[in-house]
Each structure stands twice: as C-alpha cells, then as structure tokens.
C-alpha cells in the first residue's frame, strides 16, 4: 500500500553511503579483506555497481549510493527534507589490521564529507572509527567532526564479538560526549546466523534485529548511561528485539537479587534514555514502540537507498495515526535533539 508523505519535513537518520570506488590496497604482506567495486550491468538507466570484499561479492548497489542528486530525487516522495549518511556497516572494518583500517576509514570519511557538500545541506554525515584501538578511534573521530564537519558517529552493534556495553570502549564514550557527537548504532556480523535456515538474506531480515537488540541491552546491563548520562546514542531497526526483552529485563531485575545488584537503574527507564529509529515495517509495531520508549525518543529510519528500505517514512507515521505533535516529533523534532549543535545550521538553511 502506498503511504502518502503527511510532509516534506522529515529528517531520516538511518540511510547509508558506499563511495563507487574504493582505493587500491597499499597495505603491506598477505592483503586483508579489502572491498572494491566494479560496474554492474543495468537496464533502467541507473548507474550500479557490485561491491566485492576480499574478491567475494557482497551487494550490488546503486549510484544514489554516491551521488547526492541521485539521491535526493527520492526525497519528495519519501517525506524528506533532510538525510542523515553513515557508511554500509560492511565498511566499518573492526576485523582489518590497524594500519589497514585506519586508511580505509578516512577514505570512507572524505567521501561521506564530499557527497554532504554537494547536497546544498540536506545531507549530514555520520563517521566511522577504527573501534579496535580505542585510541586510534578517538583521534578518528576528532578529525570527523573538526575537519571534515560530520556530525555524529556510527558503530556496529558489536566490535569483533565484544558488546557495546563492555567497560573497554568507556573512553570512546566519554570522548562523544565531550565533543558533543551522537552515536548511532548499527547491526553488525550478527550473532546466531548458526540458528538460522534459508538464504544469506536473512541476516539482515531477522539476525540484524536480534543483535541490535543485544547491543542495546549491553548498554542498559552495563550501565553505561549512568556513567555518561549526557551521551545521545540510538540503535537502528527499532532497536531490534529490545521492546520485546525490556519486560523480561525489568521483571528480572526486579526478581533476581543478582541483576538488582549490578543494574543501579530499573531498565525500563534507562531504556527510554536511549534513541531509536523507526524502520519496523509496521504501523503497529511503531506504536508499540513509542509505548515501549516514549514519544520523544523515536526518529525516521530507512535503510535509503538499498533494495530493502521504508519507502514512505512519514506515510508510515501518519498510517500509524499518531496526533500532529508526536507525528512531528517522530519526523523531524526528536531527530533534531539528538544530532544537537553541529547539525544546527541546516536546519536554519532549510528552514
């Protein structure tokens, strides 16, 4: 059913980049899993290309992936004033050798920067970091923000297998509320693909969700809000299954002496001190949601432009029959709150 948009004042956060090439590897001895592209045959027009990592075909994508007027055609339908770009999670790169990453990551940077540039501010840019040196990460993101001008961060919903909520990345954390940069948290290498029967789409259909889902509860079990309460983090597709663990979550703490022990806040309202986008599919899920989380606390998700994205996120709040004040808020208010002083000048610019 097509959703007819409500506004052309939407403001997606979750719409990912992939630049359409990538350098030659100049790393040193046996090469890593490094990504390429080459052209994709296509008989609509478009520009696609397959992206290869380590020589095996990963996706095919297209040029609205690199190109901001390719992309912007599609606002007006979808609702949208406004876009917020991160890298495909694929690109994050925590499994490569330092040297590798680093040079792959501020490669991934600058393009994410220049297709921001040419977007006559419409466009925002999320970094990424190399996560597996807290340090070097630092460093990245400091140079993403001051020099490049992105605004926030991506991370993957876990780095090599360790949980967001582990004490090791606290001085990452701690470095995003110092320079005043949202984190936005993407599925990554998912737990459980093992339990899984079908094709190897269905890791981004039901794995991706499931280890959101995890990321986000390591972050209430671990208590990282409470040690930086000013830090702005989300976590994509909803949150994944979060909604649906946060009762068993709250009964637990509140039966089990061992978990009340070692969570100093109910996980209910920790929860609802955390973002999350909206790309669940449904109008009801997305009113489950806003019960779970709260009105203030959910933005406009699309997966834009990938074959599997919400095509009318704004339509969807509308069929969703939210009243004008939490339809805005989920469009555009919440969003803006979260992305905070660095995105201020373009919503001047488009005001």
């Not at 609702?79 to 990453?101: I, K, R, T």
């Not at 990321?215 to 976590?235: K, N």
């Not at 994944?240 to 663990?245: E, H, Q, R, V």
């Given at each position: ?9 939407g403001i ?9 090439r ?10 890593s ?11 609509n ?49 925590y ?76 001085p990452?954390?701690?470095a995003?509320?110092?320079?005043d ?9 998912p ?6 029967v079908?094709?190897?789409?269905l ?20 208590g ?6 000013t830090?702005?983090i ?26 009340a ?10 929860a609802?001190?955390m ?33 599997f ?23 555009f ?18 005001a």
């Amino acid at each position: 059913m097509k959703l007819a948009p409500a506004c052309a004042c939407g403001i997606d956060v979750h719409a990912h980049v992939v630049p359409e090439r990538f350098p030659p590897y100049l790393g040193r001895g046996t090469p890593s899993p490094w990504p390429e592209t080459a052209p994709a045959p296509d008989a609509n027009g478009l520009c696609h290309r397959h992206v290869l990592v380590g020589g095996k075909h990963y996706r095919t994508v297209s040029e609205k992936c690199w190109s901001a007027p390719r992309r912007l055609a599609d606002f007006g339908a979808m609702g949208l004033a406004h876009q917020v770009l991160s890298p495909m999670p694929e690109l994050l790169s925590y499994w490569l050798a330092l040297a590798d990453a680093q040079g792959l990551i501020r490669f991934l940077n600058e393009q994410t920067a220049a297709i921001c540039a040419d977007s006559g501010g419409r466009l925002l840019g999320l970094a990424a970091v190399p996560l597996q040196d807290v340090d070097v990460a630092i460093a990245e993101l400091r140079h993403a923000v001051e020099a490049l001008g992105l605004v926030g961060v991506e991370l993957g919903s876990n780095v090599n297998g360790r949980p967001l909520g582990d004490p090791h990345f606290e001085p990452f954390f701690a470095a995003c509320v110092a320079l005043d940069v949202p984190v936005f948290v993407h599925a990554l290498k998912p737990a459980g693909m093992d339990r899984l029967v079908g094709p190897a789409a269905l890791q981004q259909v039901l794995a991706y969700p499931t280890d959101v889902g995890l990321a986000a509860a390591s972050v209430i079990t671990g208590g990282l809000l409470l040690r930086q309460p000013t830090l702005r983090i989300a976590f994509s597709h909803g949150g994944g299954t979060l909604a649906m663990l946060l009762p068993r979550l709250q009964q637990g703490w509140q039966v089990f002496p061992a978990l009340a022990g070692s969570i100093e806040q109910a996980p209910r309202e920790q929860a609802r001190r955390m973002f999350f986008d909206t790309l669940v599919f449904d109008a009801p899920t997305l009113r489950h949601l806003v019960d779970s989380f709260g009105a203030t606390q959910l933005m406009l998700g699309t997966d834009h432009p990938f074959n599997f994205h919400e095509r009318q996120p704004v339509g969807r709040l509308a069929e969703a029959g939210f009243d004008t004040t939490t339809r805005d808020a989920l469009a555009f208010g919440n969003a803006r709150r979260f992305l905070g002083r660095r995105s201020a000048a373009a919503w001047q610019e488009t005001a």
